[in-house]
């Protein structure tokens, strides 16, 4: 994480690469999941099926993760991420382009950059996938300050989700479906 004197150029060149890797999590945020589903017309049902779930158990490594929580499902915590199909690419993605680009989720929204909340201040970083993206490297300097309103929606949609969790899983039943219900009936991800 950053408080950095490393200069670091970064441009966004749209190459997608990071929308078609198959080892990254697209995780969402309840509020992710509430934007998609109240923009798309998307119920429950139909939004389940744009994501997965990926067992705590079975994921090799949280480097990606970081202070993301999983939630209880019939199978175990898991992670919710949107769903790729069979070549890796994004569900969203089509001819190389997001069809949600204007609700993305805020960790599209944030790639290849992470934040932290350290306390008194916001720091941030390279993601562990940032060797997925070769628009790291050329075009200007990042400018940290200039990342923080981008880190403040980040950090706060975390801390909402991360509640929510809190609350989820001390339920005695859970399961994927109702998990995703629960997720649009919140308050907290009123859209
Ligand atoms: S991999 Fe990097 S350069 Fe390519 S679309 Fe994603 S953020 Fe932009
Ligand atoms: S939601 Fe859009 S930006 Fe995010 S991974 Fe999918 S296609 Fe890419």
Same mark, same amino acid.
């Given at each position: ?22 080892? *990254?999590?697209?995780? $969402? ?6 934007? !998609?589903? &109240?923009?798309? @017309? /998307?119920?429950?049902?139909? *939004?389940?099926?744009? $994501? ?6 079975? !994921?090799? &490594?949280?480097? @990606? /993760? ?5 939630l209880n499902t019939e199978k175990g915590p898991a992670y919710v ?111």
């Amino acid at each position: 994480m950053n408080s950095r004197d490393e200069l670091i150029l970064f441009e966004c060149i749209k190459c997608g690469a990071c929308c078609r890797e198959e080892t *990254l999590l697209v995780t $969402v945020t309840g509020s992710d999941l509430a934007r !998609i589903s &109240s923009v798309l @017309g /998307l119920d429950s049902n139909e *939004l389940i099926r744009a $994501v997965d779930f990926y067992l705590e158990s079975v !994921i090799t &490594s949280r480097d @990606g /993760l970081r202070d993301f929580p999983a939630l209880n499902t019939e199978k175990g915590p898991a992670y919710v991420a949107l769903k790729k199909l069979e070549d890796g690419d994004c569900v969203f993605l089509k001819d190389n382009l997001c069809m949600i680009h204007i609700i993305r989720p805020v960790v599209c929204m944030s790639f290849p950059f992470v934040f932290q909340d350290a306390g008194d201040h916001r720091k941030w970083g390279l993601s562990a996938m940032k060797h997925v993206c070769p628009g790291l490297g050329s075009g200007p300097e990042v400018i940290g300050s200039e990342l923080i309103e981008l880190a403040d929606t980040v950090l706060e949609d975390l801390i909402l989700f991360i509640e929510f969790a809190e609350d989820w899983n001390t339920n005695s039943e859970p399961t994927a479906q109702k998990l995703i219900e629960a997720i649009l009936k919140d308050p907290r991800f009123t859209v």
